[in-house]
């Protein structure tokens, strides 16, 4: 059976008219909000219908209150990615290393390859500063982990596309994990370590060929440590 149409409430014109704000660019993430009164007023509607539209927008992940300061603009996007992928692993739909493997050789490479033709000094700089952090890391395994995401994530910035980075950042939970099991293999950091500064080195170059590449052979040593490590375990 189908239910009757309602009509619109109040409150979700008011969603409507901020997220409208928010697709035009008007609203930006980090911008805050009108007080509840003051919004009250330039809907002319009750603050009710305010308070029921931010819980809205709150849901949809687009605002965030923040105690004693305000109601800001939010951008939840790739919170919303983790969540649902930490879902698939708790039901076991995404689980075993392979598969996150086979996500890396789809993504990584491409976006070596567009980095080393997009990349500014401000993300070379980051990549080299991981890079160092690694280098003096070989024997912390956490160290070593938090610079090696570091890494991949200004190479993800590099591309200059946005929507690279919220998806690498979903991932980020199961990169870390990956990377701290890879680390306690022998020599898994070293080897590691050995491709990160081959890939920094094309895309310092600009080569995207090389970075592509090298990347590959990257995650071919994740794979193949990924397989010695959960051998390990086994």
């Not at 305010?50 to 992940?61: C, F, M, S, T, Y």
């Not at 590099?158 to 293999?185: A, V, Y």
């Given at each position: ?25 008007d ?13 009250a ?9 305010v ?25 939840a ?27 890396r050789?789809?993504?990584e ?11 500014t ?15 003096t890391?070989?024997?912390?395994v956490?160290?070593?982990v ?44 070293q ?22 590449q090298?990347?590959q ?18």
């Amino acid at each position: 059976m189908y239910l009757p149409i309602q009509t619109e409430r109040l409150y979700e014109r008011i969603v409507s008219q901020i997220e409208q704000r928010i697709e035009a660019g008007d609203l930006k993430v980090g911008d805050q909000l009108p007080s509840e009164r003051e919004l009250a007023e330039q809907f002319a509607v009750s603050r009710t219908a305010v308070r029921e539209a931010v819980k809205a927008l709150r849901q949809k992940g687009l605002m965030e209150i923040r105690p004693g300061r305000g109601t800001f603009i939010t951008n939840a996007t790739s919170d919303t990615i983790r969540d649902s992928i930490g879902m698939l692993m708790k039901f076991g739909i995404a689980k075993g290393s392979g598969n996150l493997v086979e996500v890396r050789e789809i993504l990584e490479p491409e976006i070596a390859a567009l980095a080393a033709t997009r990349i500014t000094d401000e993300y070379i700089t980051a990549m080299r500063e991981a890079v160092e952090i690694m280098e003096t890391a070989l024997d912390n395994v956490d160290v070593f982990v938090e610079a090696d995401l570091d890494f991949h994530l200004a190479l993800a910035e590099g591309t200059q596309n946005p929507f690279i980075p919220i998806l690498m950042d979903s991932i980020i939970d199961l990169l870390r994990e990956q990377r701290k099991r890879i680390g306690l293999t022998k020599g898994g950091l070293q080897r590691g370590q050995v491709h990160h500064k081959k890939i920094l080195d094309s895309v310092i170059r600009r080569d995207p060929q090389a970075a592509r590449q090298a990347m590959q052979d990257h995650l071919q040593q994740v794979r193949e440590d990924s397989k010695a490590s959960s051998a390990d375990a086994d």
